[in-house]
């Protein structure tokens, strides 16, 4: 049944939402570089898509897909919390059936999952799904188009207002100089001499140039003091990064200085612990692969084949990208240690395996360094 809703889920979402959903986890069609819904094949694709994301392998990263969704949308997380009852006049009316459905089914609650078995099987008796889905549909694009219409209003509105304002602006200047002026005129007449009228006038304008000037000199000045005053705490805002940095670098020179000599270390033991190898011959070789072998589960494929030259360990790989199947749990319980590559598994997967396996037989490394190393300090 399960299966079932997933796949009505899905042909409902439209061709965006079937491409983001297929770049998101990562489904790819042969034949097909890139998903895009614009492509005049997309309709071939699309089935494929949706065929491919149903199937067991995908279907955690699909559910994961749907509920960061839910999770970026606190009204659609919600949902999971409203009663049957509740959901049932929401539908159709507030939102779309298959966002619904989506957002429960995609729960690790067994209660939602219920939940939207219960509210599929009777939209489907009576034969509401379409139906209420193609009517949340028509709604939401009438508040879409709204929207654009109230949007499109507004931006006109305030392009006039703008153009209003440039207009009184462009009246206040110019009542101003004229007012200036005005005023200007008056002092002169009042003050006018005829024998010194040509003296004060020139001694008035170059008075005013000089008033100008110094009101120049005094905005620079200003703009200077407020340029030093806001690059001070910048220069030394930078100061300290550059000194952190320097800091950090020498830090990473210091760690790749250990990390060479660690590696000049093992190569050494590694030479000096063949040697001693081929010295003992044949008879201690016998010995060794005659000695039972520890059984040892790797979380993570380390992708060098050198851990395959000790020959004291029985070694069984598990990629760490994905959780454990029951075969390989088993594997896991009968295995002597589980070593896990913190370097090469997820963070979430890292932690439900510490859940499973008990922590006295597990060891984990963050390099790979640390797990030649390790395996080479066992066959001493």
């Not at 008035?204 to 030093?228: D, F, M, W």
């Amino acid at each position: 049944m399960e299966k079932e809703i997933w796949k009505w889920i899905l042909n409902s979402f439209s061709d965006e939402g079937i491409a983001n959903l297929a770049q998101a986890v990562g489904i790819k069609i042969p034949g097909f570089r890139q998903v895009n819904p614009q492509h005049k094949k997309f309709k071939i694709v699309r089935p494929k898509i949706i065929h491919a994301a149903l199937q067991q392998e995908l279907v955690q990263k699909f559910h994961e897909f749907i509920e960061s969704f839910a999770e970026e949308k606190s009204e659609i997380d919600d949902l999971k919390d409203k009663s049957f009852e509740e959901l049932l006049e929401m539908v159709g009316e507030e939102i779309q059936p298959s966002i619904v459905l989506g957002v429960l089914l995609s729960s690790q609650d067994e209660e939602h999952q219920e939940k939207a078995v219960q509210l599929y099987t009777k939209l489907k008796e009576e034969d509401k799904l379409e139906l209420l889905e193609q009517q949340a549909d028509e709604k939401a694009n009438e508040i879409e188009h709204d929207d654009i219409k109230d949007h499109k209003a507004f931006v006109e509105l305030k392009s006039k207002l703008q153009a209003s304002q440039q207009v009184i602006d462009k009246l206040e200047k110019r009542l101003a100089i004229i007012e200036q002026k005005n005023e200007e005129l008056k002092s002169k007449e009042a003050k006018a001499q005829a024998a010194l009228k040509t003296e004060k006038k020139r001694s008035k304008e170059e008075k005013a140039v000089l008033s100008q000037e110094i009101n120049s000199l005094k905005g620079e000045v200003g703009s200077l003091k407020h340029q030093v005053k806001s690059i001070s705490p910048e220069k030394d805002l930078l100061s300290k990064q550059i000194d952190s940095q320097k800091k950090t670098l020498k830090n990473k020179d210091e760690e790749i200085n250990r990390l060479n000599a660690l590696t000049l270390k093992l190569r050494t033991d590694l030479e000096k612990f063949t040697i001693q190898q081929e010295k003992l011959g044949t008879t201690q070789e016998n010995v060794v692969q005659n000695s039972p072998k520890v059984k040892v589960v790797i979380i993570g494929d380390p992708k060098n084949t050198r851990i395959r030259n000790y020959h004291k360990y029985e070694l069984f790989i598990v990629e760490g990208t994905e959780l454990p199947d029951e075969e390989t749990l088993a594997v896991i319980a009968n295995a002597d240690q589980v070593w896990l590559l913190t370097y090469k598994v997820p963070r979430s997967t890292q932690k439900h395996i510490r859940n499973l396996v008990k922590s006295d037989k597990t060891t984990e490394f963050s390099t790979f360094v640390e797990l030649e190393d390790y395996m080479l300090k066992g066959m001493v």
